[in-house]
């Protein structure tokens, strides 16, 4: 059974750069056709899909998002990571990884991670 996890820092300061690695096991993040989402959910709002990479290293991002954020792989480690830049204290969510078969806002998730909360403060 595939298990994700989150690791990162809870607190970024204002204008930094976010950076979170989800690791993957029980399964490898290059095994066709899935896809490997970032989603976040800041406080008392709803989900928000980020951004994936699938399982060919080919990467996805929200509109919204894609200038400022970038998601790598370490294959070896069988990890990725996302990367957020110029955060400001809306970026303030629980962030947490997934892992779907289809990716996009909405795309039914198999397994998520159990996220972690960044804090966006000085």
């Known amino acids: 059974q595939v298990q994700l996890q989150e690791s990162g820092p809870g607190l970024v300061e204002p204008s930094q750069t976010l950076s979170l690695t989800c690791t993957v096991s029980g399964g490898s993040i290059t095994t066709a056709y899935y896809f490997w989402n970032w989603i976040r959910q800041p406080p008392g709002k709803g989900q928000e899909w980020m951004g994936a990479?699938?399982?060919?290293?080919?990467?996805y991002y929200s509109p919204s998002l894609k200038s400022r954020t970038s998601i790598s792989r370490d294959t070896s480690k069988n990890q990725f990571t996302l990367h957020l830049s110029s955060v400001t204290p809306e970026d303030t969510a629980v962030y947490f990884c997934?892992?779907?078969?289809?990716?996009?806002?909405?795309?039914?998730?198999?397994?998520r991670g159990q996220g972690t909360l960044v804090t966006v403060s000085s």
């Open positions: 990479i699938d399982y060919s290293g080919r990467t």
């Open positions: 997934a892992k779907s078969r289809a990716t996009g806002p909405g795309a039914p998730l198999d397994t």
